[in-house]
């Protein structure tokens, strides 16, 4: 059943539904990126950015880079620098319609994550992007976050998904390629599969640097 009339439409009939958080889960939102949390975003190769736009509609986005591409300004701010993309710019634009964001900081083989929540703004202050690290060119615009929310996750999520166990991964022949995928979403019958393939290799070689 999907009909929006069955939804939960308050927090308090949500809450009751559930038991109350611990005083730990409550207390454990430093607020402010400490020493442990730079330490964390220094090791991180990947974060995810949430982002939404002006009419409330949502976005989750990769960002990727070598461990420590995101800086720690201050221990109220890091800087995001663009990569080589497909130009869409979603976030980008989000952040400048709706002004926050929401992060979620990975590391290889570790099953807890940083939750960094709080106030964005697009930047292309150049001394704001001399501090950054270039993620395969220099970055022309920044997404500078001021920390509002700033905890540890636990690592339930990962050790349900076994995320990081490769016994656990599926066999890539059972999965479409990229290339298939792309081939049935673009819906051009024009389109082959080796025409698609020869472009992402293209766009690997050239648009990583």
């Given at each position: 059943?999907?009909?929006?009339?069955?939804?939960?439409?308050?927090e308090?009939?949500?809450?009751?539904?559930?038991d109350?958080?611990?005083?730990?889960?409550l207390?454990?939102?430093?607020?402010?990126?400490?020493?442990?949390?730079v330490?964390?975003?220094?090791a991180?190769p990947?974060?995810?950015?949430?982002s939404a736009?002006?009419r409330?509609?949502?976005?989750?986005?990769?960002?990727?880079?070598?461990?420590?591409?995101v800086?720690?300004?201050?221990?109220g701010?890091?800087?995001?620098?663009?990569?080589?993309?497909?130009?869409?710019?979603?976030?980008?634009?989000?952040?400048i319609?709706?002004?926050?964001?929401?992060?979620?900081f990975?590391?290889?083989?570790?099953?807890?994550?940083?939750?960094?929540?709080?106030r964005?703004?697009?930047?292309?202050e150049?001394s704001?992007?001399e501090?950054?690290?270039?993620?395969?060119?220099?970055?022309?615009?920044?997404?500078?976050?001021?920390a509002?929310?700033?905890?540890?996750?636990?690592?339930?999520?990962f050790i349900?998904a076994r995320?990081w166990?490769?016994?656990?991964?599926?066999?890539?022949?059972t999965?479409?390629?990229?290339?298939?995928?792309?081939?049935?979403h673009l819906?051009?019958?024009?389109?082959t599969?080796?025409?698609?393939?020869a472009?992402?290799?293209e766009s690997?070689r050239?648009?990583?640097?």
């Open positions: 059943m999907h009909a929006q009339e069955q939804a939960i439409t308050s308090g009939e949500l809450r009751g539904r559930f109350e958080p611990s005083a730990r889960a207390a454990k939102d430093v607020g402010r990126l400490d020493e442990m949390c330490r964390l975003i220094a991180s990947f974060v995810v950015i949430g736009d002006a409330g509609r949502a976005d989750v986005s990769p960002r990727g880079g070598p461990p420590g591409f800086t720690v300004l201050d221990e701010h890091l800087a995001i620098p663009d990569a080589t993309g497909n130009n869409r710019l979603d976030t980008f634009a989000n952040v319609a709706g002004g926050r964001v929401g992060l979620l990975l590391i290889p083989g570790r099953d807890t994550t940083l939750r960094v929540n709080g964005a703004w697009v930047s292309a150049p704001l992007l501090r950054l690290p270039a993620v395969g060119k220099p970055p022309r615009a920044a997404i500078v976050v001021a509002e929310e700033v905890y540890a996750h636990c690592p339930k999520a349900r995320l166990d490769p016994a656990s991964w599926p066999d890539p022949a999965l479409p390629s990229s290339a298939e995928v792309t081939r049935a819906g051009d019958p024009a389109l599969v080796e025409e698609i393939e472009t992402e290799r690997l050239h648009r990583l640097a």
